[in-house]
Nanobody, 115 residues
Framework: QVQLVESGGGLVQPGGSLRLSCAASGRVFNGYDQAGWYRQAPGKQREMVARLSRAGGTWYADSVKGRFTISRDNAKQVVLQMNSLRPEDTAVYYC?????????WGQGTQVTVSS
């Protein structure tokens, strides 16, 4: 069984920054094929924020382009650097790792942007 553990959420003022980390642990896991971050705000559907492929390709939601950066620390960890945060970024952020044929999710970490 693979577990994803997220860290780095919290309360930040508008314009501030946060760094989310996600680490995979558990049975032998030789690294993901794709990894990403999703978020879900109250009353809204879960949406993709950013994704990263094993080859290094990245995709971002239009709402976070230029402000968020997804990167790989190693084959079992993925980081989301969030800058210039806005109140509308407030949500629970979930880490996702895909390793064929399995899809893994973290438990979520709360990000609140408020003055």
């Amino acid at each position: 069984q693979v577990q994803l553990v997220e860290s780095g959420g919290g309360l930040v003022q508008p314009g501030g920054s946060l760094r989310l980390s996600c680490a995979a642990s558990g049975r032998v896991f030789n690294g993901y094929d794709q990894a990403g971050w999703y978020r879900q705000a109250p009353g809204k559907q879960r949406e993709m924020v950013a994704r990263l492929s094993r080859a290094g390709g990245t995709w971002y939601a239009d709402s976070v382009k230029g402000r968020f950066t997804i990167s790989r620390d190693n084959a079992k960890q993925v980081v989301l650097q969030m800058n210039s945060l806005r109140p509308e970024d407030t949500a629970v952020y979930y880490c996702n790792m895909y390793k064929f044929p399995d899809d893994y999710w973290g438990q979520g970490t709360q990000v609140t942007v408020s003055s």
